[in-house]
Nanobody, 120 residues
Framework: QVQLVESGGGLVQAGGSLRLSCAASGGTLSIYVMGWFRQTPGKEREFVARITASGITTYYADSVKGRFTISRDNTKNTVYLQMNSLKPEDTAVYYC?????????????WGQGTQVTVSS
């Protein structure tokens, strides 16, 4: 059973940066497509970014394209989300996910989330 733990969230001013990490235990992440999602109260969870198992291909939501970068270090069993030029509307709980069902935003494993708050 893969367990995912996110870290790196916090409070930052608009225009600032944060790097989120997602560390796995109980399995190896290197075989999985990994994703980052976010959710604010009263809204559905939304896709942020995705990276293939090899790390060669990445995908981003239009709202974060050019500002966020997803990456992975399979030797450390960790996936990252570098967030630059943060905006107040990026405020959310951020979740990482592993083992994507092809063609969907459904994943088998989810972390518990980390809060990101961007002040204006």
């Amino acid at each position: 059973q893969v367990q995912l733990v996110e870290s790196g969230g916090g409070l930052v001013q608009a225009g600032g940066s944060l790097r989120l990490s997602c560390a796995a235990s109980g399995g190896t992440l290197s075989i999985y497509v990994m994703g980052w999602f976010r959710q604010t109260p009263g809204k559905e969870r939304e896709f942020v970014a995705r990276i293939t198992a090899s790390g060669i291909t990445t995908y981003y939501a239009d709202s974060v394209k050019g500002r966020f970068t997803i990456s992975r270090d399979n030797t450390k069993n960790t996936v990252y989300l570098q967030m630059n030029s943060l905006k107040p509307e990026d405020t959310a709980v951020y979740y990482c996910a592993a083992d994507r069902v092809p063609g969907t935003d459904r994943y088998k494993y989810w972390g518990q989330g980390t809060q990101v708050t961007v002040s204006s």
